[in-house]
């Protein structure tokens, strides 16, 4: 990942989910998962933000103000699924299979940013604007 | 009201309708291809691309008035039969480059025209020319594989054809 | 989100499509690629009576090349400048420009006329204008005139068209000799809105000094800003990092662009200011290219 402080761009190179689910039902499937959550971590991430004035008029009202990610912010995701611990609670040994593309998204991303600036990162979105704060920071 | 003739999938489609009807509406409620989705009606989401003469345009952004007399392609129009689906549509379905599906015919006829520009594309380039299209569900990776597995296909089909 | 009635008329010919304007003024509206005004229709913030569509008067699109200037008809498509082999050999700032406007299926739709005369200030083309110190030929029943950009485009989403006026072409002086140009911008995604961005044009003498410099940036206030001072400041200099950086804090230092959710007044300040240097910087390492 990069950060540019000079406009407080955050790029995303790479990025790795590794998730044990216990047993996968259908693989094709379940990387479908990781690979579409992924993309929402990147939106809550970086990019998706419900604004509110003062008297709580909605301020992201269109597609145009609430961003979602197009196929140029989200990268290829590197997966490890493993079947290592399943669920000794049912027969198949299935555990949640579908959120794990999203769940850690912002801390990892947040981590990252706040060893590429060497300050603490604590609120998302990371909008460039505040990228450009903690930078400067 | 203004009476319109607008070939859709090379087939002509005549209407009465109100200047203000999007082409969107036309083309899902009159001419009845339900393909095309309306995600946002502000030209932003891309899931009711078309092809006008050929190129990808946001059909919630025209007025269907200004499409009389032109060519639209829509999804429904890919397949070359029944039976048979178009060399992307089954790249698509093969590497699982769809989920729920509602960004998907917008994004078909995106890639289709591209693909044509851009017979052999890298990855990257794929990814550019899928920046119009959003979607939620899939995270893009199997889409731009997808395109890729069609681009070397259909590269070797028109080898094959020559 | 559908747009409210309006009536709508084609005409056919220029003349017809002036006749329209005179006769309803302010109350019409002209729909060219239809990219910007149809959003606004959709949700009704724009509520036109009536839409006068020139889609159909092909007499005003086309690249042209006159006596060595670019004329660039007003319903000339984005893609055509994009794909124009004339623009991108003797106008490489437009063609670097196009590329950030909105996404492929905008760009077909989407026409160099209509973006001029919409007047976004976040918008690509006002800003290369600005720097190329392009020209605005209008005309109307009354009769035809021209402007320079500056009397062209007045505040957001203003310019200086009269109601019954329409853009009929944009003329683009030849590029001297020994010139580089860039074009830079940062937008939160791909296509979106830049939140700064700079047009920058370098002309550098023999000695590798710069003679003269044109610094246009987008996103800085209500119409296309030309850093005047900043631009005086490089006359006579070697664009080094030093100089680029000063110039850059002096394009800046009387901005005051309007603070908004995708960024505050201070940050875009900040923005531009990185915007003119890396626009110099690119400018510079063309020109030093080329010689």
Redo the contacts between chains.
């Keep these: 990942m990069e950060v540019d402080p000079k406009s407080g761009a955050v790029h995303v190179r790479r990025f790795a989910v590794a998730y044990d689910v216990g047993r996968v039902v259908n693989p094709m499937l379940m990387e479908g998962q990781i690979s579409g959550g992924f993309a929402q971590g990147i939106g809550g991430t970086l990019l998706e933000e419900f604004s509110f004035d003062s008297s709580g008029q909605p301020l992201a009202a269109s597609f145009m103000d609430y961003l979602l990610p197009t196929s140029e912010e989200v990268p290829d995701v590197d997966m490890l699924v493993t079947e290592d611990a399943p669920s000794p609670l049912n027969p198949l040994g299935v555990k949640g299979a579908g959120e794990g593309g999203t769940a850690a998204v912002g801390a990892a991303i947040g981590n990252a940013v706040s060893d590429a600036l060497g300050v603490e990162v604590t609120r998302l979105p990371l909008s460039p604007q505040r990228v450009m704060e903690l930078a400067g920071a | 009201m203004r009476k319109v003739a607008i070939e859709i999938n090379g087939k002509l489609v005549e209407g009465e309708v109100e200047p203000r009807l999007l082409l969107a509406d036309f083309i899902r409620d009159q001419a009845g291809l339900t393909g095309t989705h309306l995600g946002c009606e502000h030209g932003v989401c891309g899931a009711c691309t078309v092809q006008l003469d050929g190129r990808p345009v946001r059909s919630c952004l025209m007025f269907t008035v200004q499409a009389n007399g032109h060519r639209i392609a829509t999804v429904e129009g890919m397949a070359p039969s029944a039976h048979e689906l178009h060399t992307l549509q089954q790249a698509f379905h093969e590497s699982h480059a769809l989920q729920c599906g509602f960004c998907t015919p917008g994004i078909l006829m995106t890639m289709e025209a591209f693909l044509r520009d851009e017979p052999n594309p890298t990855p990257a380039a794929i990814r550019s020319a899928l920046a119009g299209n959003l979607c939620r569900c899939t995270g893009y990776q199997n889409i731009v594989k997808a395109v890729g597995v069609a681009a070397e296909r259909m590269r070797k089909e028109a080898g094959s054809v020559s | ?8 008329d ?1 005409p056919a010919t220029l003349d017809a499509a002036l006749d329209l304007l005179a006769r309803y003024g302010d109350e019409c509206k002209v729909l060219a690629g ?2 910007s005004l ?2 606004l229709m ?2 009704r913030l724009a509520r036109p009576g009536r ?1 006068i ?1 020139i ?1 159909g008067i092909d007499s005003l699109a086309g690249i042209k090349l006159e006596g060595g200037s670019l004329s660039i008809g007003a319903m000339t498509r984005h ?1 055509d400048l994009e794909r124009s082999e004339e623009v991108a050999h003797g106008w490489p700032l437009l063609a670097e420009a196009i590329g950030w406007v ?5 760009r ?2 989407g026409t160099v006329g209509g973006s001029v005369a919409h007047a976004d200030p976040a918008a690509e083309l006002p800003a290369a204008l600005a720097v190329l110190d392009a020209k605005f030929h209008i005309r109307s029943k009354r009769g035809a005139r021209t402007v320079g950009w500056d009397q062209f485009f007045v505040a957001e989403f203003t310019t200086s068209l009269a109601p019954d006026e329409l853009l009929i072409s944009i003329e683009v002086p030849p590029i001297e000799a020994g010139t580089a140009t860039a074009f830079v911008e ?1 937008a ?6 830049a ?1 700064g961005g700079a047009a920058v044009m370098v002309k550098v003498a023999r000695d590798g000094s710069c003679e003269k410099a044109s610094i246009a940036l987008l996103s800085a206030g209500p119409a296309p800003v030309r850093a005047r001072n900043a631009e005086a400041m490089l006359a006579g200099k070697t664009l080094d990092e030093a100089v680029i950086g000063a110039a850059a804090d002096e394009a800046v230092r009387d901005l005051h662009p309007t603070s ?5 007044s201070e ?1 875009r300040v ?2 531009l200011r ?2 003119t240097e890396r626009g110099l910087r690119k400018a510079a390492k063309r020109a030093a290219g080329r010689t």
Excluded: C, W
């Design positions: 989100m559908k747009p409210a009635l309006f009536e709508y084609d239809g990219q149809v959003p959709n949700f839409l569509d889609n893609v909105g996404h492929g299926q905008i077909n739709r940062y939160r995604r791909h296509g979106d809105f939140l908004d959710i995708h960024g505050s940050y900040k923005l990185t915007m």
